[in-house]
Structures are given as structure tokens and as C-alpha cells.
């Protein structure tokens, strides 16, 4: 007998904690893509979980209306992993920043994706650290003059695309905060995946670093400086979808069709590919040589680490039986120590077995 859901609004994950960020930050219009896709997916409302570390971007569980955690500093990945691994019927998110994510959480989130934890990492990228006023952060571009680099900064960015392709993330995508849309296409393909799931966002700043994306996404120049992938067509872009993305060998070039190439001379987009290399040189992408790439980059279907401890443990279960604490406190060799320092080595006996 099937049960009827009740049907959700966006409302319904409005929590009643006033939103304290900046007026016109990004973070708000990622805020209310979420909310506006989370009453879509026909999950009941009580099976949500929103894990954060610290940042701007980790105030997100205040403002949903579903359980959640803030915890620590870049541990937001292991305290998802923990409630994912016990809690399998849980929908986790986790909402983080790129200084959470890249600078002190950089190993939780490699090793969360590596393991193909069954959990949903939403990027806020503003190549900022935003909540402590201003310093460069992980993703900030070479160069970068902030209060903690007054003379720009000689550090190499991330790419978190690249980094999570590396770790071997089987779903991995990016959109922009203000092209909601298209957002809230990704957070339900986001959705669907079974494994780890890493979205960067671009998210802009506007007090500590303001338009650092519009040379990219703003809606003059968006059609010339990025690149839609979409699964199965070419890449195709500009105003006039007049250029595109050729693979020659093992290197990528942007192509012109006024100079006789066309459409069937572009990379065709496979996000299934089960071999990353294409997907890592295509986000690696940006300007001033190629249009910056968004959507999904890969999409490959692996067994879950939170599936694998369940079926680890049902076997386990059918095997051995219902397992007690107690038998497992008490099990091999106990050490006594009395309260004149001498010690007595042995096998102690189960509590449970009425010793």
C-alpha cells in the first residue's frame, strides 16, 4: 500500500531564523534555489539533512527547515559521512564554502569523495573568505590583493573541479548563483546521483569581492565566455553559436566556424565517460584562452560507500547474528589493576552470558 506524501512548498523549508547575510550576497539566491527544488524531489520532509562547517555559506542550515548540523571548521564531510553511513535513508547535503572546503577541510572532502559517500556537497565559490572580512582564500586568482596579500597574492588557486575529478568524485558539476535556472537543473540531476555529488558555485561577494564573475557570467558576455555541456550535443557556444570546442590529440582548441568548421567538428559532450581525462582537461577551461564550462562534467554510476557498509553489515547480520555491546566489551584478553599496582592478565567472561 503506497502512502501519500504531502505535497511541499517552498515555504515549508523556510525555517523562522532570520537570513543574516549580506544584503545582495549571493549566498540568497542559492538559499532560495534549494528551497525551491527540495519540495520537488518527493522526498518527505523529515528525510533531510543540512551539514555545515564554518563560513558565510555554513549559516545554511539556520535558514532550512530540515534537521541539520553546524559543526567544525572543514569537518563538515566526516560529520556527513557519519549521519550518511548510520542513516542511509537520509538526503544529506552539505553547504560549504571554498576557504572551508579547499583550505582546512581539503583532506575530509577528497577522501569523502574518493569513497563515494552517498552525500550532496554544495561549493559556494566567491574566492573569498568572506565571514573574517576579506583574505584570500584557496581559490583566489594569482595576483589577488586582499588584507592578508596588500601586495597580491604569489599562491597557485585550486581548481576544485579538477581536484574533485581527481579524487575520483563520480558526479561533478557547476552552475552560478544567478543563473537559477539552470541551478535548479543541476541540484535535481545533483539529486539523482546515488554517490558523492561536488557542485561548485560561483557566488558572488559583494562586499569583500564584487563582481569577481562577471567577466564570465554577466549576462552581456555570458553566451561568448562560457561553454553549456550538455550530454550528447557539441560544444557549441557565443552569441551566434558560432565557435566551439575541438579535441586535436590530447589538447583542446576553441574553433570559429567563419573559418569553415562547424558543429560536427566540436567535442561531443559524454559525461559518462567512465575515463575522467577529457573531463579534467575540459575543467580546466576558463579565460583568456576558453570559455568557462558549466554543468555537469561527470556522471558515472559506482557503488556508494554507505551502500557498501550496509550490505557489509546485513551480511554480517545473516551470518553471525545480532551482535552485543556488551559481547564486544568483554571479548578477549581484560587487564585488572589493583589498587596496590599489581596486575592480573585473563579472558573475562561475558556479562551477558550470566558471569
Not at 505535497?7 to 528551497?35: H, M, N
Not at 559521512?81 to 560549504?96: F, N
Not at 546485513?314 to 596486575?343: F, N, P, R, T
Amino acid at each position: 500500500m503506497s502512502i501519500e506524501l504531502p505535497v511541499l512548498t517552498k515555504k515549508d523549508f523556510q525555517s523562522d531564523q532570520e537570513v543574516r547575510w549580506c544584503p545582495g550576497c549571493g549566498d540568497y539566491a542559492i538559499l532560495s534555489c534549494v528551497q525551491t527544488v527540495f519540495p520537488q524531489l518527493g522526498i518527505p520532509k523529515e528525510k533531510f539533512a543540512v551539514v555545515s562547517g564554518i563560513g558565510c555559506s555554513s549559516r545554511f542550515p539556520y535558514y532550512m527547515d530540515t534537521y541539520g548540523f553546524h559543526s567544525i571548521h572543514g569537518r563538515a564531510p566526516a560529520i556527513a559521512t557519519g549521519l550518511k553511513v548510520t542513516r542511509p535513508d537520509l538526503e544529506v547535503w552539505i553547504a560549504t564554502g571554498d576557504g572551508d572546503a579547499m583550505s582546512i577541510g581539503g583532506n575530509h572532502l577528497i577522501h569523502t569523495l574518493r569513497r563515494n559517500v552517498g552525500v550532496k556537497i554544495l561549493m559556494f565559490n566567491n574566492r573569498i573568505y568572506g565571514l573574517t572580512k576579506g583574505q584570500y582564500s584557496p581559490t583566489s586568482e594569482v595576483g589577488k590583493v586582499t588584507k592578508s596579500t596588500p601586495v597580491g597574492s604569489v599562491d597557485y588557486p585550486f581548481n576544485p573541479l579538477s581536484l574533485a575529478l581527481g579524487a575520483g568524485a563520480t558526479f561533478v558539476a557547476r552552475g552560478v548563483d544567478i543563473m537559477q535556472p539552470h541551478l535548479r537543473d543541476l541540484l535535481k540531476r545533483t539529486h539523482e546521483h546515488q554517490g558523492a555529488a561536488f557542485v561548485e558555485i560561483f557566488q558572488n561577494c559583494n562586499i569583500f569581492n564584487d563582481k569577481t564573475f562577471d567577466s564570465v557570467v554577466a549576462k552581456p558576455v555570458r553566451d561568448d565566455m562560457t561553454v553549456d555541456l550538455v550530454h550528447g550535443q557539441p560544444l557549441v557556444f557565443g552569441k551566434e553559436k558560432d565557435k566551439g570546442i575541438r579535441l586535436q590529440g590530447t589538447k583542446l582548441e576553441v574553433i570559429r566556424f567563419a573559418d569553415g568548421h562547424g558543429p560536427d567538428d566540436c567535442l561531443v559532450w559524454d559525461e559518462t565517460d567512465p575515463n575522467p581525462a577529457v573531463s579534467f582537461m575540459v575543467s580546466q577551461m576558463g579565460p583568456p584562452n576558453f570559455p568557462t564550462p558549466i554543468g555537469v562534467f561527470r556522471a558515472v554510476d559506482m557503488p556508494s560507500y554507505d551502500q557498501g557498509v550496509v550490505h557489509q553489515l546485513a551480511h554480517a547480520i545473516e551470518k553471525k547474528g545480532d551482535g552485543k555491546l556488551e559481547d564486544l566489551i568483554y571479548s578477549g584478553e581484560l587487564w585488572s589493576v589493583s589498587e596496590a599496582g599489581q596486575v592480573t592478565r585473563g579472558r573475562a567472561e561475558s556479562t551477558t552470558s550470566g558471569s
